[in-house]
């Protein structure tokens, strides 16, 4: 079956600037996770969706990030008046269902380039 | 707060070759998972194996086993008969049995197979 898409693949944006990045998960998974990858920080957590349970929220850096998860499914993660230090990759990941150790399958990730 | 630590920031083999990446981290759960992901030139995050640290058993997925040590809190992977295709980051990550599922991951090592 189709894994996790992300859009886009790539963005570059000015600073100042709103970017919206999209995940779309494997279909069925009922959690799922934006992780931020960069070179001075490595991989790191940043927000968490179960069902309907409220988001885990703990990891986002700053209030200029925000994400939400339309009907259980799409997941579109925000930044508001992006900074350089914003430049990175993003990557979403699902799992099946609210278990322990469960498997995160990981899309491509958006690469985003802040002028 | 857990932590990873790969002490490895690049190794390089030849094909054909057995390699061992290094692990460790620092928890005070008794229940966890630990994970190794591949993530080649393309971004994508592959899941490599998965060890559950109830299990005694060391895990293994073909070429691949880990040497799980959880009294000195290593994990530790092996690839045997490395591949041109075994090129890649590897990840080790870290993920509590209970809570949020978030994974925490370590720096990464780069890997290369030589032909």
């Known amino acids: 079956g189709a894994g996790v898409s992300q859009s886009p693949s790539n963005k570059v944006t000015e600073k100042g600037k709103d970017v919206e990045l999209r995940c779309d998960p494997i279909s069925g998974h009922t959690a799922l996770y934006w992780y931020r990858q960069s070179l001075g920080q490595g991989l790191e957590f940043l927000i968490y969706f179960q069902g309907n349970s409220a988001p885990d929220k703990s990891g986002l850096p700053s209030d200029r990030f925000s994400a939400e998860r339309t009907g259980g499914s799409v997941s579109t993660l925000t930044i508001q008046r992006t900074q350089q230090e914003d430049s990175a990759v993003y990557l979403c990941a699902s799992s099946k269902r609210r278990g322990e150790g469960e498997t995160q399958y990981f899309g491509p990730g958006t690469r985003l380039l802040v002028l | 707060a857990q932590t990873v630590t790969q002490s490895q920031p690049e190794m390089s083999v030849q094909e054909a070759e057995t390699v061992t990446l290094s692990c460790t981290y620092d928890t005070s759960e008794s229940n966890y998972y630990l994970f190794w992901y591949k993530q080649p030139p393309s971004r994508q995050m592959i899941l490599v194996i998965r060890q559950e640290a109830y299990k005694q058993q060391n895990a293994t997925e073909n070429r691949f086993s880990v040497n799980f040590q959880k009294a000195a809190k290593s994990f530790s992977l092996k690839i045997s008969d490395s591949q041109l295709g075994d090129t890649a980051m590897y990840f080790c990550?870290?993920?509590?049995?209970?809570?949020?599922?978030?994974?925490?991951f370590g720096q990464g090592t780069r890997l290369t197979i030589n032909p």
């Open positions: 990550a870290f993920m509590k049995g209970m809570g949020a599922q978030k994974l925490v």
